[in-house]
């Protein structure tokens, strides 16, 4: 199934992608058509307080699409709220720029002077109380439910996105489930790295470009397999 979307269009509101079912050999795709040098992506502008996006499902890919939205809180959220392997998810070649972050300030310096900035003007930008951890490009959540049982994600794929003036940070991939000494979080009950340890497994973090965030660039959380490759 393709859930394609026309490029130069403006697509507003929260997209929650929920309540399907889909194969690793037949993913539900979600992209676009009618692609021109003047309109290169299908836009999607969100709603404030919110993610742009939300994945709920496995084996999904969404690719060459646009997110904006200075009072979204960020552009794509993937959540887990099953038990087992939360598998298969692609986010490629896509646009994110401008979420949780308003650069829209009167008289405010060009980019390369952001270092001249007011307190009073950061705080414009992005206030303290929106600068959270997941907050920005591209994040993950999971359930916490000891009723569904322990989840994680894997094998998913993160290749060629744009992400620039977001806050807090480019990618933030967490793990629910990955409580372990020295690591006092997570919803599981860990007896060793065999029994009760739920890390994500086979994390691609490749050929990124992020810029201008308020925080962090890309943090890839208690992954077996992480891989991060070329990123700008």
């Known amino acids: 199934t393709r859930l394609l979307f026309k490029a130069g269009?403006?697509?507003?509101?929260?997209?929650t992608i929920?309540?399907?079912?889909a194969a690793e050999?037949?993913?539900?795709?979600?992209?676009s058509y009618g692609v021109t040098e003047a309109a290169p992506y299908p836009i999607f502008t969100g709603e404030a307080d919110t993610e742009i996006m939300r994945i709920e499902a496995p084996n999904t890919r969404i690719t060459g699409l646009e997110f904006t939205g200075a009072a979204a809180t960020r552009a794509i959220l993937i959540y887990s709220g099953i038990a087992g392997?939360?598998?298969?998810?692609?986010?490629?070649d896509n646009y994110m720029h401008d979420i949780n972050f308003n650069w829209t300030l009167e008289d405010a310096p060009e980019e390369a002077d952001m270092a001249l900035l007011t307190e009073e003007e950061v705080q414009k930008v992005c206030p303290d109380s929106r600068s959270g951890y997941g907050t920005g490009?591209?994040?993950?959540?999971?359930?916490?439910?000891?009723?569904?049982g322990p989840t994680w994600?894997?094998?998913?794929?993160i290749s060629g996105n744009v992400i620039e003036r977001v806050a807090r940070g480019g990618m933030f991939l967490s793990a629910g489930w990955a409580r372990r000494p020295g690591w006092e979080w997570g919803a599981n009950k860990?007896?060793?790295?065999?029994?009760?340890?739920y890390p994500n497994r086979n994390v691609y973090v490749v050929g990124n470009t992020v810029r201008y965030?308020?925080?962090?660039?890309i943090v890839l959380l208690h992954t077996d397999g992480g891989y991060i490759e070329g990123n700008t």
């Open 9 to 15: 269009c403006e697509f507003d509101g929260k997209f």
């Open 85 to 92: 392997a939360f598998s298969n998810i692609v986010i490629a």
């Open 213 to 217: 965030t308020g925080g962090d660039g």
């Open 153 to 157: 994600f894997e094998n998913m794929w």
């Open 137 to 148: 490009g591209i994040g993950t959540s999971h359930h916490s439910s000891e009723l569904i």
């Open 190 to 197: 860990y007896h060793s790295d065999e029994v009760g340890y």
């Open 25 to 31: 050999e037949t993913p539900l795709i979600v992209s």
């Open 18 to 21: 929920t309540g399907h079912t």
